[in-house]
């Protein structure tokens, strides 16, 4: 019996382990952003602040979580109080900006990851035009919220804005899953460390197909070299730049 | 016959037919009077008392393993295995005159000293691998504990809104191309 309770014991400990390490997920920014900028030394009237301002934009339906993030990342950079909050206050714009753009496309009630996307391809240079064009091709908020990170991350790699929106609108709108979605900045930066110039790179996301290109398996992309090149094509032999 | 005499015999009689008690009878017996005083063994007082323990070697085995797995901490410059939802991503810096490189960003809640980077065998390469959920990551290094650079090879760089710029990855289900 002790042998058969120490057997258990072993096992049940293993499975409990297990069971840890499956559940830990990257942690999110913490809701109670006060009690975590005091914890970091800030001021206990700038944190109360910061928390007032979160709790307003709960109130009104805004994504929360965005806020804390800007808070703390300010907070461990070292900005001064009031750039930290102005910092704050520009993002809850941009998020109530997202919000009005995806309601005005019909989404009665934008999931927060959708508000929070189109907040942050607001804040790198897209318009409300933009927002709700992706918003539009998307089947489904996750498929939106996607397409809205991917376009603003392109338009941040170089790719002109309305050539951004229009390769994700069209990937969107053929089908293409989140997954491969999440590819095309990666993609991007492949063509360009090919020798590709923007140009080209953003005729090649809107001429045809640009996720039908075969790319090598980059599954182990931790352990592989930082640059990986995909397979030359014959017509990309003719464009590349002298 | 005299009375010793008689009584010899009737000693020697009784001896034939006793059988000498096999051992297992013997500590059959002393176990039941051992544990005739302490009545039935509770869980508490089976936890403090002492036990003697038989267990496989393979068993010990087997649990060690899973517990090296599971449960060594994550050194710095290696991450676990990749849970489901996320891929392994290695950040690097060249760093050759700094003396601690760390990495913070949206996956962390931008805790400056959480995730250490290690050099790498290319020196003044200074790296880390990471499992980061799908999607879009800003981050900085932090070089030294106090400098705040970006990663130039990170897919973009964008303005932070505190007069710096963040890096940006995308992170597909089959990892990263950085430039």
Known sequence: MNTRIVRTFLLLTAVSGAGTVFAQVPSAPAVDVRGELIARGAPADLATEIQQIVIQSAGEGLPVEALADKALEGWAKGAPADRLLVAVRDLRHRLSAARLAATEVGIANPTAPVVAAAAQALGRGMTMEDVRTLIRAARRPDAAATGLMVASSLAAQGIERAAATRAVEQALKEGHSSSEVLELPSLAASLRARGMTLAEVTHRMLAGNPLAVERPDISRAADAPVLLVPPITPEQTQTKKP | ?179
Do not use: C
């Open chain 2, 1 to 179: 016959m005299s009375e010793i005499d008689k009584l010899d015999q009737a000693l020697a009689t009784y001896a034939s037919t006793i059988r000498t008690p096999s051992r297992t009878l013997d500590d059959a017996v002393m176990a039941r009077v051992r544990s005739a005083g302490r009545g039935r063994p509770g869980l508490w007082r089976w936890l403090v008392a002492p036990q003697r323990l038989s267990v496989r070697p393979i068993v010990l085995a087997l649990a060690a393993s899973v517990a090296i797995v599971l449960w060594w901490p994550t050194r710095a410059g290696n991450a676990g295995p990749a849970a489901p939802g996320t891929v392994l991503v290695r950040f690097e810096l060249m760093a050759p005159e700094a003396s601690s490189v760390s990495l913070a960003g949206s996956f962390n809640a931008w805790s400056p000293a959480a995730i250490t980077l290690v050099p790498s065998a290319t020196p003044g390469m200074w790296t880390v691998t990471l499992p980061l959920s799908l999607g879009s990551h800003e981050y900085m290094f932090v070089v030294d504990g106090r400098r705040w650079i970006a990663d130039p090879t990170a897919h973009a760089q964008v303005d932070d809104g505190f007069g710096q710029t963040n890096s940006v990855i995308v992170v597909g289900p089959r990892g990263v191309v950085k430039s």
